[in-house]
């Protein structure tokens, strides 16, 4: 079923969102004409129309039946941070996402209920307030719906909703917070959901080094990060899925990794196209967030150029086409991993709130 609410965007210029600890989100800067920035930078009309298509919005959009207030968003961060939101008393949100390692957990696969390990890697929490779909396989289509499905899933944090209600009832520090964020102290899981998503988009990754050339500050990328950059958008064909500025195109594809998961198609199995297929991941702080792919299956951002430089390592129908020998020059490779570098912002310390008592 596809989601039919109109979106209501809050504008956050150059400063943290209404005091909430977290990621703060610059507004976008004005430029000139293409034609008169063009001629400015001595590049081509056409070159300074594809940085366009990555600049960063002004604004973080959030849903007209879960608006943005400072007080939602801190009861979120809070319950972000707590781990008595799982059965064991031990695992959070953040133990998974966590922001000292680009908001993912650094492993391979992520570590669930009892300390197993679960199928697939945990992906990042960053500038996901954009994203219709989420999880590997798109399973969610909101991140209120994204937000309860690890708290229930038994194999993740194996918190059934009214034993969540129940436990957090009897915290007497969250009966003024739920009542700042809605009116009313009641406890529910939908409104834990919508606190924690409200939270969520604010973590937002700040300016990188490619937005300041975006924005015309041409010492900003060195020249292998500029010829990376031609590169992606060319011979590499890396923009075909990781386009726009989140760098991803939310959509499902069989890269050809070697994995027997079948990601979208265990959704949609009467669907060819997309057997083995999984969401494409934003490059945003991408050489923060090793190792890669669904499975973990590339430790490192030379492994995952060399994995696309040969086409992916299975062939299958459902491998999508862009996906074939580029036959990469050494050279080509380092440049694109210099792109790829210049994608990573300097994001603000994050606060682990004081929790409840």
């Keep these: 079923m596809k989601r039919s609410r109109i979106l209501r965007v809050v504008i956050l210029v150059g400063a943290p969102v209404a005091g909430v600890a ?91 209920h009892g300390m197993n390990a679960l199928g697939r890697r945990t992906p990042t929490a960053l500038n996901l307030s954009w994203a219709p779909v989420l999880f590997w396989d798109g399973r969610a289509e909101s991140l209120e719906e994204q937000a309860l499905g690890p708290m229930s899933a038994a194999a993740e944090m194996n918190q059934p909703l ?30 834990v ?88 991941p934003t490059l945003r702080n991408i050489a923060a967030r090793a190792p890669y792919m669904h499975d973990g299956s590339e430790g490192t951002l030379e492994q995952v150029v060399e994995l696309y430089n040969r086409g992916g390592r299975v062939r299958r129908p459902s491998v999508a086409t862009e996906v074939h020998p580029l036959n990469l020059s050494a050279g080509d490779k380092a440049d694109l991993i210099a792109f790829m570098q210049s994608l990573s912002s300097v994001d603000a310390p994050v606060d682990v709130p004081a929790l409840p008592r």
């Design 22 to 112: 977290g990621v703060a989100f610059g507004a976008e800067r004005m430029v000139a004409s293409s034609s008169a920035r063009a001629a400015r930078e001595n590049t081509s009309p056409s070159a300074t129309s594809l940085r366009a298509q990555y600049r960063r919005p002004s604004a973080i959009p959030f849903p007209e039946d879960n608006p943005y207030s400072e007080s939602k968003a801190r009861l979120g961060q809070t319950l972000f941070f707590d781990p008595r939101l799982s059965g064991s008393n031990w695992i959070s949100c953040a133990t998974c996402h966590n922001p000292g390692f680009a908001w993912g957990d650094g492993l391979p696969r992520g570590i669930g």
């Design 162 to 191: 009214p034993e969540l209600e129940k436990e957090l009832d009897a915290i007497a520090g969250y009966k003024p917070l739920f009542q700042a964020a809605f009116g009313a102290p009641t406890i529910t899981g939908k409104r």
């Design 193 to 280: 959901a919508q606190a924690i998503a409200t939270y969520e988009r604010t973590l937002v990754s700040r300016e990188a080094p490619f937005d300041r050339w975006v924005n015309g500050d041409e010492s900003a990328l060195s020249p292998s990060a500029r010829r990376g950059f031609a590169l992606f958008n060319g011979r590499a064909m890396c923009s075909k899925c990781h386009g726009g500025w989140r760098f991803t195109d939310d959509g499902f594809h069989d890269i050809g990794v070697a994995s027997p998961d079948r990601g979208r198609g265990a959704i949609l199995p009467d669907l060819d196209s997309v057997q083995f297929a999984f969401k494409t």
